[in-house]
């Protein structure tokens, strides 16, 4: 498996909304070898922790309309549109290889989702344990995602760092 390079995103609290949910999706799930990758679990680092966190993988087919990568967006897992959501990740197979420019096929992305209240919550980075055979790994992976209150100094609008 591979990393995205490190950056940050995060969302301003819906006005009037004392608790709401935060998605983010920040990793196509895809290998770089012959053997396939088994997820097991995501691991986070927190900044400023959520009332709840969730991680889930999208399955999404390329030739659906909606077939886009979520990034930052003010909305729950119901919400999510386009493909199928697995809120278990343990066990999800990466099948997909990573693209050398862009994604010209089906793909499965990995969204945390964040439901906090008017305290916001932060994610500092997190790990991506799997195994491939007997073998276990963890992959850090250096993105931020912030859902802003006031916890979370220097929160602003959506934002790539």
Not at 97 to 126: N, Y
Request: with cysteine; net charge negative.
């Amino acid at each position: 498996m591979r990393a995205a390079p490190e950056g940050s995103l995060s969302l301003d609290a819906p006005a009037g909304k004392k608790q709401w949910d935060a998605t983010f999706g920040y990793r196509v799930l895809c290998r770089t070898g012959d053997d396939v990758p088994v997820l097991d679990d995501v691991l986070y680092q927190y900044a400023a922790r959520p009332l709840e966190t969730v991680t889930s993988v999208r399955h999404v087919d390329i030739d659906d309309p909606r077939a886009e990568i979520t990034g930052a967006r003010v909305l729950s897992l119901e919400d999510v549109r386009g493909g199928e959501v697995n809120r278990d990740v343990s066990g999800v197979r990466v099948e997909m290889r990573c693209p050398d420019d862009g994604l010209s096929e089906d793909f499965s992305e990995l969204l945390t989702t964040m439901t906090v209240g008017p305290q916001g919550g932060a994610i500092e980075s997190s790990e991506i344990a799997y195994h491939v055979g007997e073998e276990k790994y963890r992959l850090r992976v250096d993105w931020a995602f912030a859902a802003c209150g006031v916890e979370i100094p220097g929160c602003g609008r959506p934002k790539v760092r």
